[in-house]
């Protein structure tokens, strides 16, 4: 199995306050790894790190299986924190600095990113004039720039409308197959994130708390049974008396239920038998959002 | 090498460069009109002592003034600044170092294209004031100047300006802040030189720290004659804040992480 990355005890200190407290990760080839955390949990100097921004105060990091860092960020992409663009120039001009810089002599080279990106006809549009969402999409286009293996992308959803979300999710799905290209995504949109992500990390107070594939997560996922009826406040208090159960009620007021599942028949009938119109039960399972909340309200308790 | 293309690159679409430039070319044509109209205004007034006392003006001397003059460090200053800056507060300097060149390499691209611009500036700007000033007035009707005068004078302030591009090129990668760069980088032209000659108040004639600074050396070397080992001495001085500068900003870059 090949690695992309590979850390051990990397850490990152600035003037005593821990960002990254002595983590360890390893991304395989091919991985999508969505990395979660709240604000200042310390996703982005991880990832600055891995780009070469910051210098770890402890604990060492292999690309590729190499020590050789630098040489092996060449074959890295990235996108940290804010769209890093220079704004009198147009899109093509962007693309152009870092086609010289890499030395790529297919000029087409340009034009075909812009167009993969959905930026293509912005001519001479200069991107200071540019949606928040169109410097996203240019950011990937740099970032794409010189065939990476390995894209680091650093909340690429920010700013983007549904649409362009969806585009980039598919952009990013594509390459992740076509050309097996791995990456890890940092975002707060993690119902997007669940859709793309191979295999996930969760970083809390600069440490990381979790890892698990997308297959572990559909196991991790706690199951529930969500009733909806014609009287809320009688089945709270019908479920608190007689199933004993744990349970929530949503603003809508619809009722979900974590627990005695196996007795949806038996719950169902005990409510009719009240006089209360049942009018859905149905399964469900928690979202991302929801494990992470979880995990997140359990650490912090 | 790719870097230094693509540093290139950037410097011919900023529009610093360009409007620095430009305020070659006006100062240029400023300084004829200043010298032009001091020589009037003497002449004007009358005052005899004064006529003969003033030096006829020539293109070499324009050359001269030209050269003694703060206005250029000054431009240099802001574009230095605004080009090298601008590079962090947009936060393309991210994308460069995330690519793995090596960060000296960096450092060192922008330096010689932040170099090369200042040279460019520093060309246009004597060449376009000592050829208008030898329109008017002839280059050297008194034959005082020879080529290896004037050639020892434009390479030595040549050697400074680029001593201050150093200089300049440090604080604005240490700061990463257009605003604070330009400041900082004027009050080194400005600034710094006053405060160095306050300092002989303290120091006496023991030691004169202005000579140890780029600006002292730039008013002493801008002429055809200057004092014996005064060239010397502004080489020795370009050289060192040449090299220092490159070597200590090269190394804080080295070490400093990039937001």
Redesign the interface.
Known sequence: MEYVVQTKDLSKTFAGKTAVDHVNINIRRGDIYGFIGENGAGKTTFM?ML?????PTGGTMRLFESGD??????R?G?T??????????TAE?NL???R????ITDKNIVPELLDFVGLGGFGKKKTRDFSLGMKQRLMIA?AMI?DPEFL?LDEPMNGLDPMGIKEVRDLLLELNKEKKLTIIISSHILDELSRMATCYGIIHRGALVDEFTARELERRRRRNLKIVTDNPDKTERLLKTSVSANFETMPDGAIVLYDRLETAADINRMLISNGIAVSALSPGEQNLEGYFMDLMGGKIA | MNMIKSEFYKLKKTKVFYICLLACVALAVFSVILAGAIQAGVLVRGVEEASEAAEPLTGVSLLEQTLGLDFLPTIIAIFVSVFVAGEFVNGAMKNYVSKGYNRVGTYLSKFLVCGAAVMTMYIVNITLACTIGSMIWGFDPTGLATAGSIAAMVLSEGLLLLAYTSVFVLLAMWLRSNGASVAVNICVVSLFSTVLMLTAFITGDSITLANYWISGNVSALATIAPESGAVLQGVIVGFCYLIGGTVIGSLLFKKQDIK
């Open positions: 600055r780009c070469g921004l910051a210098e860092l630098e040489k092996q960020r060449r890295i990235c940290i924190e804010n769209p890093a663009i220079y704004p009198a120039m001009e152009e600095v870092y010289i810089l890499l030395g740099i010189g680091i």
